[in-house]
């Protein structure tokens, strides 16, 4: 009888012993389990500071080859394991967003699912053609030159805007702005439309009513005085010229205009035979203004004209020092001599066209 009990006994030992020896093996593999699990989402892992693109549509696998490419990751198979697990892999919103160098996964994942991007700071002067803005634009955003020139120039675009497509770039005003990276042209569009309204405040619309001016014209004869003086202290008074031959009704014979209608404003001379140029731009053969401004003008060449000097010159000349200021003429004798001294000043350097 004993030796039964004691065999019980001894029995219920082994067994318990085994329940404490599993307990601890089962301890051991959810500890191990979960101190990957803790180092996959904690451990650093971004290895380098930098800003990540994604572009629009693109797809998990995307990501990866990217993040892998820039050599972004110390360990990309925790990245694909914590994104599956917080479900990024399923939903990549696109854009430009700043990684930091010690990041961890957790980290990464919680900035790509937010969508909360980097701006990008886009400055864009000096421009002219609309390809050339295009083509800016492109440098800084993800949208290439092609689909920004077919926005520019979309005639649907401009007549929902209230514009037609040769007045468009009265819409855009050089300056500095912030974008996202994947902002499409249309919502280029926009924002500059934003920006528009806001340049155009109650004092400078009572400045244009005061001048006789639209606001498509105050632009059309700022993106001339631009092209005529880099100087700004010179604009308002080049500015003033043009408005007096305007409101007088002359033609305004701007050679900037010629050139544009010639597609080419490194011309240094302008000759009698780019004047019979056809084009509606051509104002030494048409009347009035251009259909529309000849580049996007910048805000010192718009403040230019709707501050323009009230003055009787109806000529201006740049001297002949080639210091790029201007004789101003109320005569046109006057004007001729001032003419006459800076095509020979021309002559002299061999300026031929």
């Not at 083509?135 to 020139?149: H, Q, V």
């Not at 006789?212 to 092209?227: D, F, H």
Request: hydrophobic share 40%; aromatic share 12%.
């Amino acid at each position: 009888m004993l030796q039964r009990i004691l065999q019980r006994v001894i029995s219920l030992s082994i067994f318990w012993k085994g329940i404490i020896v599993a307990c601890f093996i089962l301890l051991f593999v959810l500890g191990s389990f979960a101190h990957k699990y803790y180092l996959a989402v904690y451990r650093p892992n971004v290895l380098i500071s930098r800003v990540l693109f994604i572009r629009t549509g693109a797809d998990f696998q995307q990501v990866l080859d990217s993040l892998d490419r820039n050599h972004i990751l110390t360990d990309l198979s925790t990245f694909k394991w914590v994104s599956s697990q917080k479900r990024y892999s399923k939903k990549v919103l696109p854009g430009a967003y700043q990684v930091q160098k010690g990041w961890n996964n957790n980290q990464l994942i919680n900035l790509l699912r937010s969508g909360k991007q980097k701006s990008v700071k886009v400055t864009f002067n000096n421009i002219r053609f609309r390809e050339d803005l295009a083509g800016r634009l492109s440098k800084y955003l993800e949208a290439d030159s092609t689909a920004f020139f077919e926005t520019l120039n979309d005639d649907r675009v401009a007549a929902d805007l209230g514009m037609s497509c040769e007045e468009f770039p009265m819409l855009i005003i050089p300056n500095t702005y912030e974008f996202y990276w994947n902002t499409s042209p249309k919502e280029f569009i926009a924002r500059m439309k934003i920006e528009y309204d806001r340049f155009w405040t109650n004092a400078r619309k009572d400045k244009a009513v005061k001048l006789a001016l639209t606001p498509i014209q105050v632009v059309t004869i700022a993106s001339i005085v631009q092209e005529e003086s880099n100087m700004t202290s010179e604009k308002p008074r080049i500015a003033g010229v043009y408005i007096n031959r305007f409101k007088m009704g002359w033609p305004l014979q701007a050679d900037p205009t010629v050139k544009y209608a010639l597609g080419d404003f490194q011309i240094k001379r302008i000759l009698n035979q780019y004047l019979t140029v056809d084009s509606p731009y051509n104002t030494y053969k048409n009347a009035g203004l251009p259909p529309g401004p000849i580049n996007f003008p910048e805000i010192s060449s718009l403040d230019a004209v709707l501050n323009a000097e009230s003055h009787q010159y109806m000529y201006f000349c740049a001297k002949e020092d080639f210091s790029g200021s201007h004789n101003f003429a109320k005569s046109l004798s006057e004007h001729n001599q001032n003419a006459a001294r800076y095509q020979s000043a021309l002559n002299k350097r061999k300026i031929f066209k």
